[in-house]
């Protein structure tokens, strides 16, 4: 009798640990929905990034406990604001969920690639490795109220939320979960390691500079005090 409830309780929990994982099953992407996981925005084979229309994240987790993410993002640029900077970063790997309800993102360190643009300070864009282990401190999927969809929030380790995420595939969208890109085979490993830092063309401003309502109202300051600064100078030359 002992036995059995034992048995139960085990096999509850294995139950429950298994659903609660369910929920994250899929490939998950922010409000633009055209930055994915997958083939279309890495390419290993040929070592390329491919830019979305939209700047965006993505991330993928799959049943069997593998993650993998894609950032397409615009870097703040308040000195020179018509010379948006961005940067694109992909990496996958393995996740769990701990015991506390947290969950760890370990990625497989040398599949990772990053591409940073800042094509006023360096004219090409800078192709690299890239790496970083992620915990989230939390994480919720629910219904979207307002577009219906499944929604699903991040908590970032200091508990402030990352953009929320909606499911966009399911099942998720996800590149080979092995190794891409081994450091050293004896064969390729030269060839690969040469392919990984390298200058590439730049990332598109035109995507970049898209702005939101409060940059455009502090670009519009900007472009004001050029005027003010012009017709000072006007002013300075006719008296
Ligand atoms: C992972 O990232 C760290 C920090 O940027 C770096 O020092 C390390 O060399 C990277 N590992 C690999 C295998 O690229
Ligand atoms: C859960 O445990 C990890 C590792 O010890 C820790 O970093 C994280 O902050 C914890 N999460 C919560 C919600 O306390
Ligand atoms: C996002 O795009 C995918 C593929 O085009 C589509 O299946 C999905 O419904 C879209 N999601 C949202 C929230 O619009």
Redo the contacts with the bound molecule.
Sequence with gaps: MLFSVAALLVGASFAAAQASFTDLVGTWSSKSNSTFTGPGFYDPVNEKFTEPKHTGISYSFSQDGHFEESYYRAIANPTRPNCPKGIMQWQHGSFKK?????L?LEPIKVDGRQLYSDPCTYGNAIYTRYNTTE?F??YEVLKDGYTGKQRLNLYK?DGSPLMPLYMAYTPPQMLPTTTLNPLTTATAGAKATSKVKRSDLPLDVNVLSKRTPQQKQADRWWWFGVFLTASGGALYYFF
């Design positions: 701990l015991d506390n309800g947290s760890l915990l401190k939390g380790y």
